[in-house]
């Protein structure tokens, strides 16, 4: 995976990329007219630790980014926090795009959220948004997910699909973001089988920024729930979910591995291991950060807290795979049952 430049090479090619686009001096009595933009939005990106090629939820807002570059006309600029960023780092990546004139400016991850409040202030002409928290300020779009209900789904599906009765979960940080995603799975998993089991690890506790780069212990732990009996399991743990995939594919047929945030079957990077990734749990960023870029460009900016949910296609799963076609019928009920209202998916596990 791409891996985040050293901020000093971020910041020094910025500047001098913002400072190319100064006067060339030229008088007015000289200047050829020229035609206007198609769009005077510039926007600005800012991805978490692995950046783009994560195969996970950084390439989905680069997805949202892509289409509104092809469809909106808008300019983009793109940096990366890096594995060793700091709140004060991600503060200065934040400044840089506000100083740019970028607007919006759009930040991947909770790992900004300390670093969004403290620069949203300051420039309140701006709008902001982050993806997965909240930060409360006028000029700052909170972009979270459903991902309990989409999680939900994934678990009625690795129910259906398991014949052992025996699944399993593997978080990344042990967060109250992650937990949810295990309790949707477990609360779906259960809607099919109340009688089955579900062994969960987590790869590092709250705050332990390696828990989301750790493969090796996530196959570790894949294989000792594979050798327990499970057969198919979900993985909600960035990119330590690459050992999950291994320790699947090494476990052979019967054996089934769930993706998560993006749809980890088309993602080249893990091509080798498609045979053995039977869904994907969806949040889709891409939608997300493409409302907060069309919000800007049609002059209605989309502040405050926004819930992206089954009702708004925010959260879903993937159906690239074929053999996941036996158990859609089961995954769209549980689905119509969410939107109603007819099912409340937890956020805790019980």
């Avoid at 100064?22 to 991805?47: I, L, N």
């Avoid at 997910?145 to 978080?171: D, M, N, P, R, W």
């Avoid at 729930?225 to 399991?233: Q, R, S």
């Avoid at 498609?274 to 502040?303: F, Q």
């Amino acid at each position: 995976m791409l891996k985040g430049v050293k901020l000093a090479s971020v910041l020094a090619v910025a500047s001098l990329a913002l400072a190319a686009c100064g006067s060339s001096g030229t008088t007015a009595e000289s200047a050829a007219p020229t035609e206007p933009a198609a769009s005077a939005v510039k926007v600005g990106m800012a991805y978490d630790q692995d950046g783009k090629g994560d195969g996970s939820f950084n390439d989905a807002a680069f997805a949202g980014l892509s289409k509104a570059q092809t469809d909106l006309g808008v300019e983009i600029k793109e940096v990366n926090s890096g594995a060793s960023a700091t709140d004060a780092t991600r503060e200065e990546l934040l400044t840089l795009l506000a100083d740019g004139g970028y607007n919006p400016v759009i930040a991947v991850g909770f790992a900004y959220s300390t670093a969004l409040a403290a620069v949203a202030t300051k420039y309140p002409d701006t709008t902001f948004a982050i993806v997965d928290s909240v930060v409360d300020a006028p000029n700052v779009g909170s972009l979270v997910f459903a991902a309990e209900q989409g999680s939900y789904l994934t678990g009625v599906i690795a129910a259906s699909a398991s014949k052992s009765g025996h699944i399993g979960f593997i978080g990344g940080m042990e967060i109250d973001l992650i937990k949810a995603f295990e309790a949707g799975y477990i609360e779906g998993a259960q809607s099919i089988n109340p009688d089955i089991k579900i062994d969960s690890k987590y790869m590092g506790a709250a705050g332990d920024n390696t828990a989301w780069n750790v493969p090796e212990k996530a196959k570790t732990a894949t294989d000792g729930m594979i050798a327990n009996g499970a057969d198919v399991i979900y993985a909600a743990a960035g990119g330590s979910g690459l050992g999950m995939f291994q320790s699947v594919k090494a476990a052979g047929a019967g054996h089934w591995a769930i993706g998560v945030d993006s749809d980890q079957y088309t993602v080249p990077a893990l091509a080798e291991y498609k045979d053995i990734i039977l869904t994907s749990m969806l949040k889709r960023v891409d939608v997300a950060v493409y409302d907060v870029i069309k919000g800007v460009v049609d002059g209605a900016p989309l502040v405050g807290v926004n819930n992206f949910d089954l009702t708004k296609d925010g959260v879903g799963y993937a159906t690239s795979n074929s053999a996941v076609n036996d158990y859609k019928a089961a995954a769209d009920a549980a689905a119509e049952k969410i939107k109603s209202g007819e099912v409340v998916v937890g956020t805790t596990v019980k």
